[in-house]
């Protein structure tokens, strides 16, 4: 079971950078100084305006035009990331907009710089609020691994392909099996973010946007 | 053939009981205010008689057939009961006519012509004329009952619920909600649970005051407002009086 | 560089034109089947008694709980074991519906879920049975209310469409990928094709954006709109 250890792999990569990306890119639209902002709006138009397949092609493909070439796993893991940021930014921008103005105010009235602010007051805060859209986008990324398989990385799918080949009547039971193999992922994942959820929960706050 | 018979009706919700064992008859063009602290079930009733939340025990007639029987058609009944809400309960994708015709168009399959003039009709009666193509969310508390009880009235109903209909209103829209309902007195029974004191005063056939889930007593409402036979029935009506003073309310 | 690039688009442009037809008829397609399947589903959520409620819950799940990839696996490649043999444009057209039906499920549930039960009791008391209350009262609330994610759906669907190439269905990335492997320049290529999704994102949102204006009314909606054209 290689192609799942790939699987996870790649789904701990990719959320992690698109994690990452997602909060630079909704704290910087949101608190960033012009031009800055324009930028990350044209970045999530364009990063959620292309399908996943379209935009690994082009990494994968694409970039060896001008040289830079990349092994299928990071190809992957880049696209992935890439376009998770731009989804993930939108449920920070969310988060972020449901945080009363006040608490910067408060921030700033304390003599905290405008960094110091954002980093103590506003993203902890943030990161609560987003764990529901966050964990949602979470398995979302997990399903689409399976795109990787695309573009010839050896993940679950891949696997089921090449077993496929090997012994052709047990194809339906194995594309069962994997599926079955997805669905226990994602249910723990969605069992364990409720979990974190309740633990990390803010009495009377809600975020306001989900994908 | 009295109108309405409530016989021993009995609704819990869950383990709490609400109503345990209330009766009474309406009969024709009767208006009936209940009366009674928060909580003791008036709404409640109000719902067991459309059968909104029908009772765990006890009967209700209307007419003489048994609403309350599982094989009668509830439907059929309900459009001989209207009923009017606290919050109103305007169908919001609807303009104000068509709220109050779609009951005629949709129940009474009535043609739309002929359905659209009637809605009209009673929309005239509330003196919303104007408004009949605006939409709830441009109307405002007062309107909007208005509209409520046009509604009602245009299935031509035997008896009308109204379940504190002007408690969600600022108090200067609740005039014209319960001149409304004054001059349906007499023309159609109406059985109001509210706590407008002067309206329960002045218009009342009959006062009914609950408590606790039962009725405590009912009579006329001189016999009420000054020679009430139970103690708590004295207490009540005389705290509230003071509160609300003897006039109008509203 | 440029004339060259614009000859070569001009080039590929019926290839990419056959492609694009797929693509849409995929997404039409399936919007509207997943849509009716939506509300199926969602209504026997809503209303249905414990055994129609639990298997709507258990499709449900399923299916959001897998991959779309592995979903239209298993039609295409699966079920011809049991003898259930699918051209790709069926697999792909079932596959893409059936998943669509799962996601709109949700959200319809939710809109029906957030008209106030108000609605539904004033419309019984007028004598409307459980179905009229349900189509005169309930639906065209609630449909109003999910018009932001039924968009978002339509544009899911719209790139997601491009799955369906790895089931060999000639939709408008298989002809990219097509073009590509012939003339080896996959970078302009595949900018090609993503700038020509983009496009069609951008409008597809803006027409959506009009029509839904169109069937406004005032006091019904969600408040705010989640759209690709935030500021």
């Known amino acids: 079971m290689d192609g799942l250890k790939t699987t996870l792999g790649l789904t701990a990569f990719g959320i992690l950078f698109g994690t990452i990306l997602g909060i630079c890119l909704a704290i910087g639209r949101s608190y960033g100084k012009r031009p800055l902002p324009y930028f990350f709006i044209i ?37 992935l990331g890439l376009r998770s940021a731009a ?58 691994t399976s795109l990787a398989f695309s573009i010839g990385v050896i993940e679950l799918m891949r696997q089921g392909r090449y077993i496929q080949v090997l012994a052709p009547d047990l194809i339906l039971v194995v594309f069962l099996l994997i599926a079955l193999i997805y669905f226990i992922l994602v249910f723990s994942i969605n069992k364990i973010m409720r979990f974190v959820e309740k633990k990390y929960q803010m009495a009377g706050y809600q975020a306001e946007v989900h994908r | 053939m009295t109108m309405l018979e409530v016989k021993d009706v009995y609704k819990s919700y869950g383990d709490v009981p609400i109503l345990k064992g209330v009766s009474f008859t309406m009969e024709k063009d009767q208006t009936k205010v209940i009366i009674g602290p928060s909580g ?121 619920l109204f379940d504190e209909p002007t408690s969600a209103l600022d108090p200067e829209l609740i005039g014209d909600v319960l001149d409304v309902m004054k001059s349906l007195c007499g023309k159609v029974a109406m ?60 | 560089m ?41 209504l026997g959520r809503v209303y249905g008694n414990k055994i129609v409620n639990g298997f709507c819950v258990g499709y449900i799940e399923l299916i959001r709980g897998t991959p779309l990839l592995v979903q239209l696996f298993i039609i295409y490649f699966g079920l011809p074991s049991v003898g259930i043999n699918f051209t790709p444009i069926q697999a792909a057209l079932l596959g893409l519906s059936i998943n669509s039906g799962a996601y709109q499920a949700e959200y319809l549930r939710g809109s029906i879920q957030s008209v106030e039960s108000g609605q539904m009791s004033a419309a019984r008391s007028l004598g409307m049975n459980k179905l009229q209350s349900i189509q005169h009262v309930i639906l065209p609330q609630a449909l109003r209310i999910c018009i932001p994610a039924w968009s978002n759906e339509f544009i ?63 006091g019904i909606g969600a408040a705010k709109r989640v759209s690709l054209r935030d500021i």
């Open chain 1, 43 to 79: 970045y999530e138009k364009v990063l959620r305006g292309i399908p996943l397949l379209v935009l690994l092609f082009l990494l994968y493909f694409g970039l060896p035009q001008i040289g830079i070439h990349l092994d299928p796993f990071s190809a992957a893991v880049l696209g």
């Open chain 1, 87 to 144: 989804y993930q930014a939108q449920i920070y921008r969310g988060s972020i907009n449901s945080i009363p103005e006040g608490q910067i105010t408060a921030a700033y009235s304390l003599g905290m710089s405008r960094l110091k602010a954002i980093r103590h007051v506003i993203l902890p805060q943030i990161l609560r609020l987003s764990i529901p859209g966050w964990s949602n986008e979470f398995t979302i990324l997990l399903k689409d």
């Open chain 2, 40 to 160: 003791t079930g008036k709404s409640t009733l109000l719902r067991c008689i459309n059968q909104l939340s029908p009772p765990d025990k006890g009967q209700v007639w209307l007419n003489g057939k048994e609403i309350t029987d599982p094989k009668s058609n509830i439907n059929k009944m309900r459009e001989k009961i209207g009923f009017v809400f606290q919050d109103f309960n305007l169908f919001n994708h609807l303009t104000a006519l068509r709220n109050v015709s779609i009951g005629l168009e949709k129940v009474k399959k009535m043609e739309k012509e002929a359905a659209h003039k009637r809605a009209m009709q009673e929309l005239s009666r509330v003196g919303l004329e104007p408004q009949a193509g605006q939409y709830p969310a441009q109307l405002s508390g007062g309107q909007k009952q208005r509209v409520g009880i046009a509604r009602a009235l245009a299935m031509d109903p035997d008896l009308i």
């Open chain 2, 191 to 250: 059985l109001v649970v509210t706590h407008e004191m002067g309206f329960a005063r002045n218009v009342a056939d009959e006062i009914i005051f609950m408590e606790g889930g039962i009725i405590v007593e009912q009579g006329s409402p001189k016999e009420m407002f000054t020679n009430a036979k139970m103690a708590r029935t004295r207490e009540f009506l005389g705290r509230i009086g003071a509160l609300y003073g003897d006039d109008e309310g509203g």
């Open chain 3, 2 to 42: 440029a004339v060259d690039f614009g000859q070569f688009f001009i080039n590929s442009l019926p290839d990419l034109l056959s492609g694009l037809g797929y693509t849409l008829l995929l997404t039409f397609v399936s919007i509207t089947a997943g849509f009716l399947l939506g509300i199926a589903l969602a």
């Open chain 3, 156 to 218: 899911y669907l719209l790139q997601y469409s491009s799955i369906a190439y790895i089931i060999q269905v000639a939709e408008l990335t298989a002809e990219g990928k097509f073009i590509a492997s012939q003339t080896f320049r996959y970078l302009e290529v595949f900018a090609m094709i993503a700038v020509i999704y983009l496009i069609l994102t951008i409008v597809s949102t803006e027409i959506i954006d009009r029509v839904a204006k169109h069937f406004s009314i005032p």
